[in-house]
């Protein structure tokens, strides 16, 4: 079956500019959670979506933002972007229904911000 | 979730079966570990995830000590394919629409396979 989608995969915007990026998840799968991986910070959760619901948060300024639509699909909004907002941006797509809760990632979105 | 600890780096020669360890000595009775690989530039990789016993898949063997406090993922023949960097975490359990919480990866195992 098909994996997590995330489109753009690379992209490149200048600072000040607002960039939207959009996660397919896996069939099924209804909760959809968000991370930043840069080569100083590791991975960082950004924000978990179930039933078009923020159900967690990370600790990330409000530039920073996402939903989730009726079909599960996700898009995370960052506006006014800044230098140190490069970075690759994961989504995660998983049941949500159990305790064993396999979690599959894509293969990013990576963003250059000049 | 639970704290695990992963040495930073481990060498394995190709063909060779790599034994990555991983200590959650405070895990839960009812958080999974879970295994997790990336390759650079791509989103990491589920790999196996296990509760109390030993687990098998295409990928991977997980040895679940009887205590809980740590596990080993084997890769019983290591290929060029497989260096990467390994993540061990133990996240707490979801409930249904529950959250899945903040993961937390850590730092993981940079495994290098040489010919």
């Known amino acids: 079956k098909a994996g997590v989608t995330q489109t753009p995969r690379y992209l490149i915007k200048t600072r000040g500019q607002q960039v939207t990026l959009s996660c397919s998840p896996i069939?099924?799968?209804?909760?959809v959670s968000w991370y930043q991986q840069t080569p100083g910070q590791g991975l960082q959760f950004l924000f978990e979506?179930?039933?078009?619901?923020?159900?967690n948060k990370g600790n990330f300024p409000g530039r920073f933002s996402g939903r989730q639509f009726s079909n599960s699909r996700s898009e995370m909004n960052v506006s006014t972007l800044e230098l140190g907002d490069s970075a690759l941006f994961l989504c995660?797509?998983?049941?949500?229904?159990?305790?064993?809760?396999?979690?599959?990632f894509g293969e990013g979105s990576w963003l250059t911000v000049v | 979730d639970a704290k695990t600890t992963q040495p930073p780096s481990m060498d394995c020669a190709e063909g060779r079966a790599a034994n990555l360890p991983c200590n959650h000595s405070?895990?839960?009775?009812?958080?999974?570990v879970y295994w997790y690989r990336q390759i650079h530039s791509q989103g990491p990789q589920y790999i196996i995830h296990?509760?109390?016993n030993n687990e098998t898949n295409e990928m991977a063997s997980l040895i679940i000590t009887e205590d809980r406090k740590s596990s080993t993922l084997i890769l019983p023949h290591a290929t060029l394919r497989d260096t990467a960097v390994y993540y061990c975490?133990?996240?707490?359990?979801?409930?249904?629409?529950?959250?899945?919480?903040?993961?937390?990866f850590g730092k993981g195992t940079k495994l290098s396979v040489k010919p």
């Open positions: 995660a797509s998983s049941r949500g229904t159990e305790a064993a809760n396999t979690i599959y």
């Open positions: 069939s099924g799968h209804r909760s």
């Open positions: 979506y179930f039933s078009e619901t923020q159900r």
């Open positions: 405070t895990i839960s009775g009812n958080e999974y």
């Open positions: 296990g509760l109390k």
């Open positions: 975490i133990a996240p707490k359990p979801m409930n249904y629409g529950g959250s899945q919480g903040n993961l937390i």
